[in-house]
């Protein structure tokens, strides 16, 4: 049974830029949560997917936007990319309410 | 609003057992959660305990909810050097039809032999 996946592993991008990146949940899950991780730091919520919609959102820009396909696989993206934005991006997927989140191995995005 | 906090690092002998502690604020229902992250990887969900327990035990994991302070450990028996890694205390209330952890800032926990 694999766990939850995601891609890219590393990316490195400049100020400006946009970025996807892509998380696969565990099998049987249908709800996708996404985390920023900035050094040193737990984990942030920035959103969460269930049925194709975003059903709770942390505190964060509107350059940060997501999508869940109808497999239950999801996007971040990030606009306008800032430095401030060089964290490890974090996809965990649970079933229904998400009392249980499993973690993938996270995606390390740089921002020159 | 939620705010949990942790001490930063724990220094331990391979062998002994290590006690990792925190606080949290929010007093609504809620899920209490230990998660271990080791370098380069993501969160491995170790434990969870709901608000109305006191206590979980898990082979060499127990975990402690002190309710009235607020207060939850994560007690490690017999720590190996495989043990050592960051460990995450977080809290979770159910808002918006779904659980929503936050995290504390994590303790790095060292194991030497």
Redesign the interface.
Known sequence: DAG?TQSPTHLIKTRGQQVTLRCSPKSGHD?V?WYQQAL??????IF?Y?EEEE??R?NFPDRFSGHQFPNYSSELNVNALLLGDSALY?C?SSW???????????TRLTVL | GED?EQSLFLSVREGDSSVINCTYTDSSST?LYW?KQEPG?????LT?IFSNMDMKQDQRLTVLLNKKDKHLSLRIADTQTGDSAIY?C?ESI?????????????TSLIVHP
């Open positions: 939850v709800t949560s040193g730091q737990g984990p942030q919520f969460q269930y059903r709770q942390g974090l965990a229904g309410q998400g009392r249980e989140q499993f973690f993938g191995p996270g | 949990v899920y998660y990887a993501g969160l491995q969900l969870y995450f977080a159910r808002t918006g039809g779904s659980y929503i952890p936050t995290f504390g800032r994590g």
